[in-house]
């Protein structure tokens, strides 16, 4: 079963010396889906040597089954991996895009609650992406005065996307404050 080969291609790949032999050897296997494994697991170690033997088992391999998971891997190791850095929380005032957002509309944003009120109308009357932001800007505010416009947000039939967003903000703003929250009656 592939599933399974895989499973212990990656089982493998967290042992340092023994389980990367395995791996280097079941390159060479007869069988194509032991070799696919093989090539995932070397995709989980990653590094430059995992690297290396990747791109030399994607110029020889004659499998296109194999191959594509090299290349598959390869792709996932040169890609610069994610910035993970913690960022200080932002203000809504201090955001470049509601005050951008705002100033088209003739406002300004000021500080303090005044500012959740700008986001608030972000969240009602933006575009999509306008929307997705507020719904993420109001998550990071981990208040639950801030949840009221997002359960309505969660009602909207015309973006399902910000229905997520909404969803997602709440179980944030849930999470940050302890607080269990109820949809309004």
């Known amino acids: 079963d592939d599933g399974v080969r895989q ?5 493998l790949a967290r042992h340092a010396e023994a389980g990367h032999a395995v791996l280097k050897e079941g390159l060479a296997h007869p069988d194509l889906a032991t070799r696919r494994a093989a090539i995932l697991g070397l995709g989980e170690i990653g590094g430059e040597a995992a690297l290396q033997i990747v791109e030399e088992r994607q110029r020889q391999e004659q499998e296109w089954y ?14 610069a991996p ?7 929380y932002t203000p809504p005032e201090s955001q470049g895009w509601l005050v951008s957002w705002a100033a088209v509309r003739g406002m300004g944003v000021p500080p303090g ?3 959740v009120e700008v986001l608030n109308r972000a969240l009602r009357e933006g575009e999509e992406g306008t929307r997705l932001a507020a719904a993420d800007a109001l998550a990071r505010l981990g208040d639950p005065a801030a949840a009221l416009p997002l359960y309505t947000a969660l009602r909207d039939p015309e973006f399902p996307l910000v229905r997520d967003a909404a969803y997602r903000a709440l179980a944030r703003i849930s999470a940050a404050s302890g607080q269990r929250l109820h949809a309004p009656a």
Do not use: G, H, W, Y
């Not at 194999?66 to 890609?79: G, M, Q, T």
């Not at 994610?82 to 200080?88: A, E, K, L, N």
């Open 113 to 115: 609650r005044a500012a």
């Open 7 to 11: 499973a212990c291609a990656q089982a």
């Open 82 to 88: 994610p910035d993970v850095t913690p960022r200080p």
């Open 66 to 79: 194999v191959r594509s998971a090299a290349n598959e891997v390869i792709n996932r190791l040169k890609e």
